[in-house]
């Protein structure tokens, strides 16, 4: 890790902070009631990075795992985006809302007459491959207009479903209205509008009151950390809350090359696969692989494919 060190704020006279080339993954545990963006915004200034995004929103109503990326692991983020995630959910049952959460005002009032058996079953229906309908109070866009810009005007717009797909979904506790729940799902999932949907599947509607995300692809909350302990912590403690940058990638094979290989790897040059990899047949036809140098420096990321391995992102400074 390094930092820059321009002197001075432009025109203040004041020292400028210095910003540091940070290398790394956070996990973070986002409270709720702030935004993602803001939850960046604040690790960014604790940490002084230059470069830092997050792998996708967590809305202000949820908290839980926000990993973070900082400097050259922000070239993986969008792996984790299309990585399968898993959350821990309240629902009310019986009572829906206009946003489909506890954020929106209750739109209709049904009496809960189910018992916690029909609960369960109907929660096994949406196990597997399902369509949602995408809700008005969503950050996805019609003619360049978010939709939730439509439903606080009081439109509504046609949405397509979407095929989604359910994983695994449990009940956790049941204390009729309420029901928890934990359900692994694939990107692009919207657990409010899951819950909306077992609602109306029980004749009683729902709407989320509580929602915790616990799992990022391979990533879990167990060695996440909150906004406050990186506020009370000095630079090597906080620094030695960041993951490497290979812990977005730790399901891909591995392949370690030798300094020759390293070398002509990191010029963008396709390289023999039969000659780095003795048996690669539970691969599959094409594979995705994350690369060393044969110092366990990560090199970058690489398809496997027709015997080829052919580099797609390179990692230009080591990893934290």
């Known amino acids: 890790m390094t930092a820059s060190s321009s002197p001075t704020q432009a025109g203040s006279g004041r020292p400028k902070v210095p910003r540091r080339l940070l290398d790394g993954v956070l996990l973070l545990d986002k409270p709720v009631g702030l935004s993602s963006n803001d939850a960046l915004i604040r690790a960014k200034r604790l940490y002084r990075a230059k470069k830092a995004g997050h792998t996708g929103t967590l809305d202000p109503l949820a908290s839980g795992l926000l990993p973070l990326c900082f400097g050259e692991a922000t070239k993986f983020s969008q792996d984790l985006l299309d990585a399968d995630k898993t959350y821990e959910a309240t629902m009310r049952l019986g009572i829906r809302t206009a946003t489909g959460d506890a954020e929106g005002d209750a739109v209709e009032t049904r009496d809960v007459t189910c018992a ?38 009081g439109q509504v717009v046609e949405r397509e479903g979407r ?35 077992i609602g109306e599947a029980l004749g009683c509607g729902a709407h989320l009151v509580m929602l915790r995300r616990t799992g990022v692809g391979a990533l879990t909350l167990e060695h996440a950390v909150t906004l406050d302990t990186l506020s009370d912590a000095d630079d090597a403690t906080r ?82």
């Open 116 to 153: 916690e058996a029909a609960v369960r079953d109907a929660m096994t229906k949406f196990v597997g491959d399902i369509v949602q309908v995408p809700p008005m109070y969503s950050a996805l866009k019609r003619d360049g207009k978010p939709l939730y810009e439509y439903a606080r005007a």
């Open 239 to 320: 620094d030695a809350w960041l993951q490497p940058v290979d812990a977005l990638l730790s399901t891909f094979p591995a392949v370690t090359l030798d300094d020759e290989a390293s070398r002509r790897f990191m010029h963008g040059q396709r390289l023999p696969l039969n000659e780095l990899v003795a048996d690669r047949a539970q691969w599959g036809e094409v594979q995705r692989v994350r690369v060393y140098g044969d110092d366990a420096r990560l090199l970058g990321v690489a398809k496997a494919a027709n015997g080829v391995l052919a580099p797609e992102r390179l990692v230009v400074s080591a990893a934290t």
């Open 163 to 197: 095929q989604v797909t359910i994983l695994a979904l449990e009940m956790i506790a049941c204390d009729l209205p309420d029901v928890t729940f934990r359900v692994t799902c694939s990107k692009g999932t919207y657990v409010r509008t899951l819950a909306e949907d």
